[in-house]
């Protein structure tokens, strides 16, 4: 997780905020329970689908893993073999055998790509159906122009009970934020490593300095400084009046037990444990899939570091793959066992694809115009192929799609009307999905 990426930042290398200090200073936690229960009362008309993105931040390089040409020349296709899936006719690299016998849970769609090949533009296109306007900062800081996925789910859809509506582990990606949406749609970040020994969820436990003995008489305290505040100052300041509401719901989340079951993955049995991966990917989609069965919305799941530019086979089939065969393998088993498949979306996708030929060092380079995602589950087909590349995965041959079109496909399966529109704070209408943004053909 501490990997650079070919622009030598570090893309840990950003605001690192939890629950108390999201969208930046001055916002706290029961600020944005307050704007959050204010969405929920503009209403929803969802169903009752989540959402779990794994996204393979650096590019996931589709040629080498589930859209490889084995007829190509050899620059081209690469050092993998592809075998067979449980889906006759659908292959899979031969270092993906898990993932090609989980293939009937979920689709491909083969014929995408879009118009940027450079990480931050192409992970906040990717992340929000938007491409950045001039001014962008190239995403080596927090800087959403356009709300993501996940803040428009918690935005249009409010929370399930106690648990936040959007999380993000194992870190808060640079554009995973809320934008002009607010404190309402904001993401709870996890900030820590699931995988770790003392893996724990900072916003979840009382200040060090405080004991657990204190913290309810803080409470208490608090409810009396509320309830003057409520007397003596009922006129001069009416928002007053319904903070000490969401500072109890702040309170609440922290001692919640729903909450705190939720995030306590070592409640998982050692065997799963060991089937999802004892890494950070693996053990992040654990979580995912215990935060979805509390009633989380969208869990965004940013796993570093696939910028493959050098000895691409080698780093594929010695670290990243094994990886990603046992998390995203487990993760549609486990969904699909506990019959949750059906009501929990799953997509797997980098922010683009990786250059068709193979460079000087043995690597593929960045590729926006071709790429294949992976997505299954609420009410996703499941062992389908939509559209191809051609001959050489250097471009769509049959309808392209696209950031605003895989946007509209998400907010489709989970209810949202895709052409819903919100507003910035200045009253602009903006819709959620750009453009001629369309849900993509046969994957319902």
Not at 399 to 427: C, F, S, V, W
Request: glycine share 10%; hydrophobic share 35%; charged share 20%.
């Amino acid at each position: 997780m501490q990997r650079t990426y070919c622009d030598r930042r570090s893309r840990r290398d950003m605001l690192r905020i939890g629950a108390a200090g999201l969208l930046g200073i001055g916002v706290s936690t029961p600020q944005i329970l307050q704007a959050q229960a204010a969405a929920a009362r503009a209403g929803g008309s969802g169903k009752d689908v989540s959402l779990i993105i794994v996204f393979l931040q650096g590019g996931l390089s589709t040629i080498d893993t589930w859209d490889m040409k084995p007829q190509a020349p050899a620059e081209f296709r690469g050092e993998f073999d592809p075998i067979d899936s449980v889906v006759p006719g659908i292959q899979f690299c031969e270092h993906l055998p898990r993932v090609a016998g989980q293939a009937d849970k979920f689709s491909l769609v083969k014929s995408f790509g879009h118009s940027n090949s450079g990480h931050g533009p192409a992970d906040h296109f990717m992340l929000t159906g938007y491409l950045p306007r001039a001014g962008f900062n190239g995403g080596l800081k927090p800087n959403n122009q356009r709300p993501a996925h996940g803040a428009v789910i918690s935005r249009s859809l409010g929370p399930r009970g106690s648990v936040p509506p959007y999380v993000c582990l194992p870190k808060m990606h640079n554009s995973a934020g809320s934008s002009y949406l607010g404190s309402s749609a904001a993401p709870f970040v996890v900030e820590a490593d699931p995988n770790a020994p003392n893996f724990a969820v900072p916003d979840l436990a009382p200040p060090l300095t405080v004991p657990a003995s204190r913290l309810e008489s803080r409470a208490a305290l608090l409810s009396t400084v509320n309830r003057f505040a409520r007397t003596a100052e009922v006129e001069a300041n009416r928002n007053a009046q319904t903070t000490h509401t969401f500072q109890r719901q702040a309170f609440d989340l922290m001692t919640s037990p729903a909450t705190k079951t939720a995030f306590d993955i070592a409640q998982e049995s050692e065997a799963i444990r060991d089937e999802y991966g004892r890494n950070s990917l693996g053990q992040s989609c654990l979580m995912a899939r215990r935060l979805v069965t509390a009633g989380v919305r969208c869990v965004l799941i940013d796993h570093t570091n696939w910028d493959t530019h050098y000895d691409n086979f080698n780093v594929l089939k010695n670290d990243l793959l094994p990886h990603l065969d046992a998390a995203m393998s487990t993760l549609f088993r486990d969904l699909h066992d506990r019959g949750m498949l059906e009501t929990t979306m799953v997509l797997v996708t980098g922010e683009f694809g990786r250059t068709p030929r193979i460079n000087k060092d043995a690597g593929r380079d960045h590729w926006g115009p071709s790429s294949a995602i992976a997505i299954g589950g609420g009410g996703i087909r499941g062992g389908a192929v939509v559209g191809a590349s051609n001959e050489r995965a250097e471009k769509p041959a049959t309808k392209p799609y696209g950031p605003a079109d895989l946007a509209a496909t998400i907010y489709h399966g989970l209810g949202i009307n895709p052409q819903t529109e919100y507003r910035t704070p200045e009253g602009r209408p903006i819709p959620i999905v750009s453009g001629d943004g369309q849900v993509i053909d046969g994957l319902f």
